[in-house]
């Protein structure tokens, strides 16, 4: 695969890896936190910390915007899906995750209209083919996945679709990144920066983290090598006691960003004034609502939608692992209450959890480390 | 019992966890009395002294018909393998129908006509069945059961018991062709990819091939079906206490399947075959195993895709060029396309 | 947020000027130009795909610059180690 199969040349890895363990010498710690959950997801199926040295640790970030949404968010969701008329949509990433009443498979077990779409524009193909049901697409996603449902739905206006409604949680990452700088309990040396979000906003909105924070932070792409190639930037920034953007992701990252994509979403939405997420709490400007230009399009706005809101189990500490404060295991009911099978919260489902990722990849080696028995 | 869901889902019939947690959980405490035994695709059993291997197994797939086979054939091919990966000559089947009232009869001819053609190629006998006609909206168009009886072959002791570390899994050839087949035809997906089709075969010449040279060798085999090459070799490694470590680089994945997965954020190795088997042989076997498999007409991509080792036990380890390593789960439900 | 694929534009334009029929290894999916009005891509790019949209395009000559500048790693260091077996030494 072009553009794939490159960057997992098993040479160069071996040679950036080499390189890393140079740069990183062995007195000192290093904590770089890879926000982007595609991130954690490649690190896992790579298999890469396994190859970089013992004193590199990479602490898993809050960009999995299945993850840090509230199980109260799914809840209201998934009420819509109780009208028959209602074709309840959504990525297959939403579809395990719970809610109070269970998640949207169990719905679609017990007879509800719930369909898996790979794109938004499936979504809304779906509700020309249905004219006479109501089609409801659950959005996901940070800035990367915003601009698609932003260009749904000006095609869904401008096509006069009026049974399709988008049911909006996209949020965006630079307040979550601020939540963890401002948190009392995390010390990072650097940031492993998202690629696919920085194709739609640019490199601009980092610049803080540097100037500000004085941490570097290198935009990187998913491939093992891209991934490799980061944290050598960034260890070449902290030897020479620099904190600046850099974009390892050139081949597809503008500096500038995607103006066309960020036009559509300016077009089609707005900032809330607070929005809560799982963990972290309530953080002012920090997700996407849709305009009332567009409200005919606006679940919210056409629909009522109960707004309950749920706090999690008090013995989960999804907020912690989220944070990066807790290692998934910490948490008491990692691997016993919570599994991915049952899971409790949204990191043991989504694939980019760090609880899944860290139950899939490492909780089994480490279980037979400690016991010598299966897990 | 053991078996805690409140009801039964979807994910209950996908060959993963919480299908091993209904059978091991409600199915082998209530109905099969040698619990302790592993279950495995088909059972052999002495009747007055004679072994017989009997297996039984329903097909519920949709769409009917799909590149490279149908149902039908799915049916045949499916019971056939159970018993061929059971170490048994496959030899008479007998046909369940249930049918959904509505069904236009050209579509069931199609079908039974691709059965006939089926088992005609497999070598077996269709001797009998039952046919049932439920309402319209019960039975997505047709729902068929197969049950196979064969004999097993001799010289051949297959079971978890017997697999020891050092011992190599072979894999018969490329991964994920059915599943990502039968998901591009759902059409729900946009994806098209013109070369790609159902594996669906029988894998007998195969089983008989190796049992010819190298029977002594010959340790443990499974068709991976739904769940994956994943799922089989968990089970493995479950039931022999010992671990499956795979080569990533080794293990074959045609292009399009590859391509396919990497859009939807989908593992190969999670993804139904119907033509595929695995083999645990013997080290000092394997060589004579693959030669055998290479000469058997459809064979040539066979390959050691990794072998048996002891730890992490119980689990399957996967391996990549540059060293690094990941746990392969079992599926837990159906396989699905990811957007994060 | 973070699934994307490079596949590369093997029809262009037949439905509507924003949409394309994009090849990853011989499967094929369509995909959604808008996002990439303003630098519309042309028969033979490649562009990351996300969620049905294309987002970007990919520039090939990065990627090769990318893979020289990691395949000489360490090409530098022996150059070093080499100058210094010479015994001239450095201040």
Known sequence: MKFVDEFRDATVITKTAEEIRRLAGSSRRYRFMEVCGGHTHAIYRFGLKDILPENIELIHGPGCPVCVLPMGRIDDGLSLAHDPNVIFTAFGDMMRVPGTQGSPLEHKARGMDVRIVYSPSDALKLAKANPDRHVMFFAIGFETTAPSTALTLMRAKAEGVRNFSVFCNHVTIIPAIRAILDS??????????????????????????????????????????????????ILRQLNADEHKVENQYKRVVPWEGNRAALKAMAEVFQLRPYFEW?????????????????????????????????????????????????????????????????????????????????????HRKAMVHIMGQPA | MSFLDPQIEMA????????????????????????????????????????????????????????????????????????????????????????????????????????????????????GGDTKVVEHGKADNMYITTTGIGTPLGGVDLGPQTVRT????????????????????????????????????????FVEAMAEVA??????????????????????????????????????????????????????LHIANEGQFLAVVAAEYADIALNILHQTAGGDEACVIGE??????????????????RIVDMLVGDPLPRIC | MCLAIPGKIVEIGHESSNLATVEVVGVRRKVDLGLLQDDMPVLGDWVLIHVGFAMSKISEQDAIDQMETLRMLGEAEQAIQEVRGYGLGEG
């Open chain 2, 215 to 268: 029977a002594l060798g010959m340790r443990w085999m499974r068709d991976p079906t739904r769940g994956g090459v994943a799922t089989s070799l968990n089970e493995l490694a479950r039931d022999c206490g010992l671990a499956a470590h795979l080569f990533e680089d080794e293990i074959p994945v045609r292009d399009s399947v590859r391509g396919a997965c990497e859009l939807l954020g989908l593992d190969p």
């Open chain 2, 12 to 127: 209950h019939g996908a060959g993963g966890k919480a299908s091993r947690r209904l059978i091991e959980g409600l199915f082998t405490p209530l109905l099969f009395r040698s619990a302790l035994e592993p279950l495995s695709d088909a059972a052999h059993i002495a009747i007055n002294g004679r072994s017989v291997a009997i297996t039984t197994d329903s097909f519920v797939v949709s769409p009917l018909r799909f590149p490279g086979g149908s149902i039908g054939e799915l049916a045949i091919n499916g019971t056939v393998n159970d018993l061929a990966v059971s170490g048994a000559r496959p030899d008479a089947i007998v046909v369940t129908f249930v049918l959904e009232a509505g069904l236009p009869t050209e579509m069931l001819e199609a079908e039974v006509r691709a059965m006939g053609m089926a088992a005609e190629h497999a070598g077996v006998r269709i001797v």
């Open chain 1, 278 to 362: 799982r963990g972290l709490g309530f953080i002012s400007q920090s997700a996407l609502s849709i305009r009332d230009t567009y409200a005919e399009w606006d679940t919210e706005q056409r629909f009522h939608v109960p707004g309950v809101r749920v706090t999690d189990p008090k013995a989960a500490q999804c907020g912690e692992v989220l944070k990066g404060v807790l290692k998934p295991i910490q948490c008491k009911l990692f691997g016993k209450e919570c599994t991915p099978e049952h899971p409790v919260g949204a990191l043991m489902v989504s694939s980019e959890g760090s609880c899944a990722a860290y139950y899939n990849y490492e």
């Open chain 1, 184 to 233: 009392p309990d995390m010390r990072l040396d650097a940031f492993v920066g998202p690629g696919h979000v920085s194709t739609v906003i640019g490199c601009r909105p980092y610049e803080w983290i540097a100037k500000d924070e004085h941490k570097p932070i290198v935009i990187s792409g998913f491939e093992p090598l891209d991934i490799l190639q980061s944290i050598l930037m």
């Open chain 2, 308 to 325: 048996v080792r002891e730890q992490p036990v119980g689990a399957v380890l996967v391996t990549t060029r540059y060293g690094g390593s």
């Open chain 2, 166 to 205: 050092g011992d190599k899994i072979i894999l018969s050839g490329p991964i994920g062709d059915h599943g990502i087949t039968i998901l591009l035809a759902r059409g729900e997906l946009d994806l098209e990819a013109a070369d790609l089709q159902s594996d669906t075969r029988s894998v007998f010449p």
